[in-house]
């Protein structure tokens, strides 16, 4: 982000143009721009939950078009040392938690702990309800099915 510092005078057009303030960046208010978002689905459960993290290029069909199936999910337990398991998995992807965004359901008291941990974090969580999930799937499969099945037309 481009932030203008008063006390700095630049130059503005050729040697006899008056003097402007400089436009200086600031490394601490540059927008951040992740290398490559990283998407993470996160299965709440009673008392373990499962996540799978995943950079978007998994889901280029033209390069690999099963590579999202391929994607390791954790398992980890909704106390401490299952937090500390999950951010050590999400760590391995990127430390910034600005690089991820986070699919959760919402599941009220269950995901609650894990939703707040998260945000305490840092991390930007998307809740997704299971209905919304199911319809697109639904719809995705319908569309597939009739491409296949309409005949092609000479």
Request: aromatic share 8%; hydrophobic share 35%; proline share 7%.
């Amino acid at each position: 982000m481009l932030i203008q510092e008063p006390d700095e005078l630049g130059r503005k057009g050729g040697d006899t143009a008056t003097k402007a303030p400089a436009l200086v960046t600031s490394p601490e208010r540059v927008a951040h721009a992740p290398k490559e978002r990283i998407y993470v689905g996160l299965d709440i459960g009673y008392r373990e939950h499962v996540a799978a993290a995943s950079p978007l290029s998994v889901f280029n069909v033209g390069r690999s078009p099963d590579g999202w199936k391929r994607v390791k999910p954790i398992h980890f337990a909704s106390d401490a040392a299952g937090f500390g398991r999950f951010q050590r998995y999400l760590d391995r992807h990127s430390p910034d938690p600005r690089d991820f965004l986070i699919h959760l359901e919402p599941t009220g008291s269950y995901g609650l702990t894990v939703l707040l941990y998260l945000l305490g974090k840092g991390y930007r969580v998307l809740q997704v309800e299971n209905r919304a999930v199911k319809d697109y799937r639904g719809r995705r499969s319908s569309a597939a099915r009739r491409r296949l099945t309409t005949p092609m037309r000479d």
